[in-house]
Structure formats: C-alpha cells, structure tokens
C-alpha cells in the first residue's frame, strides 16, 4: 500500500501562479506572496520557488503537465503515431475534427498545439523566475549552499525546453522571467539542442543521487540519475535534433559529433551508452513483472526513474488516459466515469500479435482491454445499451465510425495502470504515479546506441532479451527494427512513440486510415507549428509548411 508521507514541496500552494492559458509572458503578481514572505530560508526557496513547477509537471487541465491530462504533451506524442486513435463515434469525438487532424498530420487544424506551447514556455518562464529568487537568496545569505536547488531549477529549465524542441523544433532561449523582444526570438533547433545538453550536463553534478520516484525528501523531484536519463534521450535524438532543415531529407551524422563527459571527448553514440550505465549504476533494475511499473503502489517499483506523484489525498493531479478510453458500461462497473474514445491501432494490434492468438506478445494482455467479456465487482455482466455483451473489436477501428456496427466497440482500449477503486473524480484523480521514465527504456536506448554506433552482437541482444525475457517472451536478434518494435511493445502509450517514429524515419509513412500527405512528403509534418502571438511577440518567422 502506498506510504502517505507528507512532503511540503508538493503541499504547499503556489507562491505565484502564471494564469494565462494563452499567452505564456501574462503574470498575475496578486497571486504570489510577497517575496518578504516567500523567500527567507532555503526550505522557503524550494517549497515556494520549486514548488509550484513540480506541481505543473503534472495537472487537472486541459493541455497542463507532461502526462495526465488531455490536449496536451502526450495526446501530440500519441495520437499523431500508428500507436493510438481517437475514431469519431458517431457524435462522440468529432470535437471539430482535431482527433481526425492530429492523426492526419493536419496539424495546423489542431487548436491545442498554441496551448500545449505556452504550457512548456510558462514552466521555463516558473524556471528562470525561481534561479532569479535563487540567486537573489545567496547573494543576501552567502552562507547559505543553493546549489543544488539552483541545478534544479535549470535541469527542470531544460526538460521542458526539451519537449519544446522536440515537439516544436525552433524555440526561443530566454534566460529571465522578463525577456525583451531579441530574447525571445526563436532559435535554431541545433542551437537550441546543443544548449539544452550544456544545461543538463552543468546540472547533472551538482544534484542529488536520490531516487526520485521514491517517497521521501526527493520525491518527484529531479536527482541525477533524472538528469542522466534525460541526456540519453536528447542525445539518442542528436541527428534530428542537429538538423536545422527537417524538410530536406538529410541528416548530420551523429556519430562524427563530440561529446565532453568526465573529460573524456566520445562521439554521441558512445554518450547515450555512458549516461544508460550511469543509470544502471545507481541500482535501478526492471520489475519482477512488468504490470507493477503500473500499479497502485508503483512508488515502490524498483524500476521507475521519474514520475508525476498522484494522491488522493494530497494531489491535484488527473490521469486521464484510461477515463477516455475505456467504454462508458465498462468504466461504470469499474465504479469510474469513462468518455469512450482512444484506442489502439491496427498497426499497434499488428506489432503485438493480436492475430497471433496464443502465440500474440504477453504484454497484450496487460497493455489493452480486447476481445474478453466484461464484469463488474460483483461479478455482473457487462453490456451495451441494447442488453448484449459488450466486446471491444480491435481489428474492426478505423479513423470515422459513425453508423458503424461496432461504432461504440471498436478498438483495444489502454488497460496499462492497474484500476484504483479508491479513485475520485470520475477515476482520474487515483493513487497510481504516472510513468515518465523507467528503467526498461534505458536498456532499449543502450541497446539502439550501440547498434547506430555499429556494435551489435552479445552485448547489444543481452540488453534487448533482458526486456523481453522479464515479459515471458523468447530472445531476439538486436536490430534496429526490432529494438523499434520492442519500444511499442514495452512502452506503448507512455508518451514516446512520435519521438520514436521521427528518429527512425517513419514518422510520416502512410498506414492504416493515414495517408501520407503533401507535406508529410516534404518533412513539414515532423515538427508542430508555432503559436501566431509567439511569432509576432518575438518577430519571428513561421516553421515550414504552416
């Protein structure tokens, strides 16, 4: 059972609150205390400094937090991939076609993609406000050691710069929570990808060895194994990253670009292996099973590296996910709400096996609701409106069901987090901590790092079988292909397929339901476009295609 440590980082309400969910640079001074107040002890500083960006990693809002919630990080993550769709149902899920648009690549048809931004940028503004109350701090208690909690703040600084950039390419790199015009002008993604590394790495030293994902002092809060962890991803991605022209079909090559880790100078592919080993060095291992990174008491789970806290009693988080997907019937016998929309793919039922039968992926089971019938606690069946057994149809999903006959049944539904019956709020507000990064996906990063670096063999298969064999499933050859295959069969709806897809070249295939468009086909669809009042605010030019 989940232990309920009071930890007062995350109980503490904000000291100031950005408010404007339109506009990133609008502040709200009324909503803060006054710095005589909030600021005059180092627990002042991390409580009232940090706290309120902790806090927003997670969210109750629509477009907040980089998990959870709705409209945001992870529907363009997920619902722009072949791992996961939002059919229109009839008059369910048209929402004026943006789940239709965010499939198709359509993105300039996606209202959400301005909000997600200003998101992202109102956590770097909460940053650079914090190291300015930082360093305002010891200058007036020069005895008092900041250090680690000024790491933070740009570590934290950086992570959202990073989804910024994956998501958006050019971003602006503003170094106060008051930016002039010349500041906020938007950079080069190789620029901003070369910074966003410095950053982490400058950080890295000075943070704690803690577990994060752990209850304690720590916990949800970025340590060094996050910041390690967060390297070998940025890193893994250096050749799209690096590459200021996404539309051109050329890439710079990652293995001819240095790197300076413990004064040692080693190409990126060596990097992301030595930032997995240190990882692997502060003892993280993978669960006995893999359904306990998804359980109730998850914050136990050996193998979870970074997590967005949840509590019924002390957090505002939501987990939305699962409250969308499962079918109304369905979540009410679970004692939850449900909204009846995403679903897997075709492609994604493909990749598991599904038609396979027994021979299918055993994390099928444990990733989807399909084919079983239903009952509630008491052991009651689960229908549909019309007194039939209700069955999801994963095979029968395609992109507009309307006056389909399984229109409110196609689709596997996410079934990843185990059900908390203790949930409120219609089921998103539950004591599961929501994964960010776990140790399995740095085990697949090593393996794909030594593969690209051209070091398949032994080393390589061991990293890749250890995944698997903790799934119950026979070892593989390490491949590219199949270390991609391995990364939706292990991480499936955990926020990281889009990024996947882009780094392999598949992003803007055509499958199932999805065309390839015009511009797919030139490589505008590869990145988000940038919201009108940034480009006006920072006289800035629009990303290509849009």
């Known amino acids: 059972m989940k232990r309920y440590i009071t930890y007062s980082l995350f109980l503490i309400a904000a000291a100031w609150t950005l408010v404007s969910c339109d506009k990133f640079l609008e502040d709200d001074p009324s909503d803060r205390l006054p710095d005589s107040e909030a600021y005059n002890t180092v627990a002042d500083l991390r409580n009232n400094a940090l706290g309120a960006i902790y806090l927003n990693i997670g969210g109750s809002a629509p477009s907040q937090g980089l998990q959870g919630t709705a409209r945001g990080v992870w529907d363009l993550n997920t619902f722009s991939t072949d791992e996961a769709i939002i059919p229109t149902r009839g008059t369910d899920w048209y929402d004026g076609g943006i789940w239709q648009n965010l499939f198709l690549h359509r993105f300039g048809n996606v209202d959400f993609t301005g909000d997600t931004w200003n998101y992202l940028f109102k956590e770097v503004l909460a940053c650079n406000r914090a190291i300015e109350r930082i360093d305002a701090f010891a200058a007036l208690h020069p005895a008092e050691n900041v250090t680690e909690l000024r790491a933070e703040a740009r570590a934290l600084r950086a992570m959202f710069l990073f989804y910024a950039m994956d998501l958006y390419g050019r971003v602006p790199l503003f170094m106060s929570s008051s930016p002039t015009v010349q500041e906020m002008k938007l950079q080069d993604r190789s620029v901003a990808f070369k910074h966003i590394v410095s950053e982490l790495q400058a950080a890295e030293g000075q943070l704690d060895v803690a577990r994060s994902s752990a209850q304690g002092e720590y916990y949800g809060r970025m340590t060094r194994d996050v910041v390690d962890f967060l390297l070998a991803k940025v890193l ?3 050749e799209v990253y690096a590459d200021d022209d ?11 670009m240095m790197w300076s880790i413990e004064g040692e100078t080693i190409n990126t592919w060596a990097a992301v ?12 291992t993978l669960a006995d099973q893999f359904k306990d990174n998804f ?52 492609e994604a039922m493909k990749t598991f096996g599904y ?16 084919d079983n019938v239903f009952h509630d606690k008491t052991g009651k069946l689960v229908t549909l409106d019309d007194g039939s057994p209700l069955v999801y149809q994963p095979m029968a999903v395609k992109l507009d069901l309307s006056n389909d006959p399984y229109e409110k049944t196609a689709g596997a539904r996410m079934r990843k987090y185990e059900i908390d019956y203790a949930a409120m ?6 004591r599961n901590d929501i994964v960010l990064f776990r140790y399995a996906d740095v085990l697949l990063m090593k393996c794909e790092a030594m593969l690209r670096g051209g070091k398949a063999g032994a080393e390589a298969d061991a990293l890749l079988n250890q995944v698997r064999a903790r799934a119950g499933m026979a070892p593989r050859t390490a491949t590219l292909d199949n270390v991609l295959e391995e990364r939706m069969l292990e991480l499936a ?3 990281w397929r889009r990024n996947d897809l882009i780094r392999f070249g598949l992003f803007t295939r055509s499958y199932t339901d999805r065309p390839q468009t015009d511009a797919d086909r030139h490589g505008y669809t ?17 990303n290509p295609g849009y």
């Open 425 to 430: 709020s219609d089921g998103q507000l539950r």
């Open 355 to 370: 038609d396979k039968g027994v021979n299918a992926d055993a994390r099928l089971f444990w990733t989807y609701y399909y």
């Open 295 to 346: 359980d109730i008491s998850n914050d136990e789970c050996p193998e979870l590296i970074f997590t967005i806290p949840m509590d019924i009693n002390n957090f505002s988080n939501r987990f939305t996910q699962q409250f969308r997907s499962l079918h109304y019937n369905h979540a009410a016998a679970l004692g939850l709400n449900g909204e009846n929309g995403p679903c897997a793919t075709i």
């Open 526 to 542: 590869l990145v988000f476009p940038i919201p009108g009042e940034t480009l006006t605010a920072s006289a800035s030019s629009q």
């Open 273 to 284: 292996e030595r930032y997995c080993t240190f990882v692997s060095a502060c003892g993280y």
């Open 493 to 495: 709806w955990e926020g």
């Open 236 to 238: 893994l991605n250096a």
């Open 246 to 256: 996404w539309t051109d079909d050329q890439h710079p090559d990652a293995s001819a």
